[in-house]
């Protein structure tokens, strides 16, 4: 068995050949057979050259990612953990290609639980909010004591907002209202930490 695909629009792997034993891959587009096997067996490799033997046997898992019509193998070549993104053309091509490399792989269907990191972004956020709360209520102190609260520095910019907003708001008015958004962040943040375990399909 022999077959070769062609996807000269893949953002990465656009050659794979799939044989009874082995896959071979790589990011160039020789658009032929002749040639993409005359690349892959020359020993002219090139230091930005992506290029890939490996036997069914060597794959550790697959994840599928249906929508975007591709699936990441992960593998092991020349004694070195390796992984690559393929993509295909259409939904046949990928649907074909992953049936044909799980059946040879011995593979069967599992799902994994992933944890994502969209938790991170609201967390910062709620990080970045807790400290200009507590830098403007120390400005909103100072200048309801009477001192003299100076722009100098660095972030001159941001100090004279800061000072801007605690003369408008006063430091209790300031609190509140830095505490609230603090708070509104860590809630999303919570929630989204708890979201962040998800199911991920894969075989192995």
Same mark, same amino acid.
């Not at 046949?92 to 992933?114: G, M, P, W, Y």
């Given at each position: 068995m022999q077959q070769f695909i062609i996807n000269p629009k893949a953002a990465y792997i656009k050659n794979i050949l799939l044989t009874d034993t082995t896959i071979r891959v790589c990011d160039e587009d020789y658009e032929t057979i002749e040639a993409f096997t005359a690349e892959l067996d020359s020993d002219k490799k090139g230091l930005l050259n992506t290029q890939h033997t490996f036997s069914y046997t060597d794959i550790l898992k697959i994840v599928p990612f249906t929508a975007e019509q591709g699936f990441q193998v992960?593998? /092991?070549?020349? !004694?070195?953990?390796?992984?690559?993104? *393929? %993509?295909?053309?259409? &939904?046949?091509?990928? &649907?074909? /290609? *992953? %049936?044909?490399?799980?059946?040879?792989?011995?593979?069967?269907?599992?799902?994994? &639980?992933?944890? /994502?990191?969209?938790? @991170?972004?609201?967390? *910062? +956020?709620?990080?970045v909010?807790?400290? @200009?709360?507590?830098?403007? +209520? %120390?400005?909103?102190?100072? *200048?309801?004591? !009477?001192?003299?609260?100076?722009?100098s520095g660095s972030r001159r910019g941001l100090k004279k907002i800061l000072i801007s907003i605690s003369e408008t708001l006063g430091s209790t008015n300031t609190l509140i209202l830095g505490t609230l958004i603090t708070v509104v962040f860590i809630f999303f943040a919570i929630k989204s930490y708890k979201k962040s375990n998800i199911e991920q399909e894969i075989y192995s």
């Open positions: 992960f593998f /092991t070549e020349k !004694g070195k953990k390796e992984k690559v993104y *393929l %993509d295909f053309a259409s &939904q046949e091509e990928f &649907q074909s /290609t *992953l %049936d044909t490399i799980v059946s040879n792989a011995s593979f069967t269907k599992n799902i994994e &639980q992933k944890k /994502t990191k969209a938790w @991170l972004k609201p967390a *910062l +956020y709620s990080l909010s807790a400290i @200009l709360t507590f830098a403007t +209520y %120390d400005s909103a102190l100072k *200048l309801e004591a !009477g001192e003299n609260v100076t722009v």
